[in-house]
């Protein structure tokens, strides 16, 4: 039976990732260590998810540190023989907890990969790597494109149209720290990819989403809202009115085009933009009307005309390469039924 390990395998990313490989034969070993508590609070702990991922024979659990050299090194030998798949989904998700404490951001979401990535090259080359990167990689560059507000949302009908693409630039902007961390460890994954070897892929994410999501005020946009929504908590809207643009993407979409990649032919630290594209996109102030709908109530929110740093105005992602490489794969989940999950 093959092996694949998970980091985040709690998470939403990493949770879906998990219960599918499980549900097609793999033996997933999941690590996570409920750090989520750490960042976001109690109500943030992801440690109830293992209950699903435990009904399953094939899956073990390890509450391992990621950034700790020695467990890391110690279970990738574990399993060396049959590890066909690495996929590190773990992270400290959020640009502004990573200002609280940026040494730990640096930690998690930098030293962390190389010190995966270090184990995999040395024990596992044969290995497939992918790393969920994320947007915040292209800093507030994609600001700087020119916009025409409408009646609910911020828009772009030039060059960028369908989206941003995997070219963008990354240079010459304000990153958040957390996007400053990320981008390093996107990059390593290049590195070992195109000079080492290691059959590995980044995937540059945006919002990511579904009815497992446990979302927090500072991570997990639609999740967080349709709480407070439903629950007729106050929203907090940071600036640019409420027209801020996000495209929206399920977590089965995610798993389902990392499946594709590692079942395809070999490549070596590729880079694709992944989210739902222009069709999946929305305003702050959209999301919020379509779960007053769902839920038959009246959102409560507040406004600030300062908005996060680093944060983008409108960001939809450009899916053409990942499409016209991989041809099978396509969104399974449009906007409305993303937003129904929450139901």
Known sequence: MKTIFITGSLGLIGKECAIQFLKNGYHVVGIDNDNRKTFFGENASVLKELEDL???NNYNHEFIDICDEIKIKTIIQKFEKNLFAFIHCAAQPS?????????????INSYATLN????????????WFIYMSTNKVFGDN??????????????HDGEFYNGIP????IDFCKHSIFGVNKLYSDLITQEYGLNLGIKSCILRCGCLTGNHHKGAELHGFLSYLSQC???????????????????NIHAYDVWSFIN?????ENIYGEVFNLGGGRENSLS?????????????????????????VGDHIWYITNLNKAKNKYSNWKITYNIDKIINCFK
Request: aromatic content about 16%.
């Open 260 to 264: 594709e990649i590692i079942h395809g």
């Open 284 to 308: 702050v102030l959209e999301a919020i009307t379509k779960f007053e709908k769902l839920y038959n109530k009246k959102a409560i929110f507040k406004y600030t005309d300062i908005n996060r």
């Open 116 to 127: 995966i990535l270090k184990n995999i090259k040395e024990y596992v080359p044969q290995s």
């Open 166 to 169: 995997e070219n963008f630039n």
């Open 142 to 155: 994609p600001n700087k494109i020119k916009f025409k507000e409408l009646e609910t949302r911020f828009d």
């Open 229 to 247: 929504v439903k629950n007729e908590i106050e929203y907090n809207i940071f600036g640019y009115k409420g027209k801020q643009v996000r495209d």
């Open 95 to 107: 640009h502004d907890w990573a200002y609280k404490d940026p040494i730990k951001d640096f930690q």
């Open 54 to 56: 435990s009904k399953y």
